[in-house]
């Protein structure tokens, strides 16, 4: 009966809870002044082009006011691959110092199209409460205003979260679903573990790596989007990431990291 009663206090605890923590989690992947850096090859007619370069930095900012995690991803394409495919992102997004979402923003040049996506997180009244924005391709904006019970999250802030998920006991396709937002929808996505790998950067360095594809469904259907190896220790750096695109497909290969939170023990020797 004892056991009972504190389960169900624990669950009464649980419910009782602002959803700003709920929607936490522990930090075990980076700290500030993290720098990583990437070389990025696109597929052309089966042939694998060096395309240009993409940057990914972490640092420790605010955000109205309050402490907060600042991330951010950019993809720059050159311009000798430009004709085939014009590949500009950048992403942005804040998280409270112990990860829960704040805010998310994606600027986007694909190919001809052109768009911005922004989320803003408030937890107010015990709920998860988003004012979602797109900028369209032909310049119009739409806002949409929504609120949930359980927590979402966008893609840089899952992220930089599943970064400290802890892998042990896991086998290959094991499987963690959440709500992804963007600018105008919230549908399911998930991650899935692919296993283990060795896999090497193009800074000549090889590191045992976990797989994980992040995944989304389309059309009753789960689309995969991105594999992501990160490194098979506290870090979880990515080294290598293929990405899924709509005009084809694209890798990214680790060349530089800086300002790792703890020793890269996945190299192998």
């Avoid at 112990?98 to 923003?105: G, I, N, Q, S």
């Avoid at 190919?111 to 369209?136: A, I, M, P, T, W």
Wanted: net charge positive; with cysteine; charged share 25%.
């Amino acid at each position: 009966m004892k056991k009972i009663s504190s389960i169900l206090l624990f669950f009464c605890l649980c419910l009782s809870l602002p959803a700003s923590a709920q929607c936490t989690f522990r930090n075990t992947a980076f700290k500030s002044g993290e720098y990583l850096s990437y070389n990025l090859y696109y597929n052309w007619k089966f042939v694998w082009v060096k395309a240009g370069t993409a940057n990914m930095s972490t640092v420790q900012s605010n955000y109205q006011g309050k402490p907060a995690w600042r991330a951010s991803l950019t993809t720059r394409g050159n311009q000798k691959v430009d004709d085939m495919f014009v590949l500009r992102d950048t992403l942005l997004c804040y998280s409270s110092l112990d990860m829960a979402p704040l805010y998310y923003r994606k600027g986007a040049r694909e190919g001809k199209r052109y768009y911005v996506d922004e989320v803003f997180y408030d937890y107010s009244g015990g709920k998860v409460n988003l004012r979602q924005h797109r900028q369209k391709h032909d310049g119009t904006h739409a806002w949409l205003k929504k609120s949930y019970t359980d927590c979402v999250y966008d893609m840089l802030n899952m992220f930089i979260r599943a970064r400290s998920f802890n892998p042990e006991g896991w086998k290959k396709g094991h499987v963690i679903d959440f709500p992804m937002v963007d600018g105008n929808s919230c549908d399911p996505a998930r991650i899935v573990y692919r296993g283990k790998s060795v896999i090497k950067g193009d800074n000549g360095v090889r590191y045992r790596c976990l797989q994980l594809s992040y995944m989304e469904k389309d059309d009753g259907k789960w689309k995969r989007v991105v594999d992501f190896y990160v490194t098979d220790d506290d870090n979880h750096i990515p080294v290598r990431l293929d990405m899924f695109l709509r005009f084809g497909s694209a890798k990214a290969f680790v060349i530089g990291i800086k300002g790792n939170k703890s020793p890269i023990t996945s190299i192998e020797k």
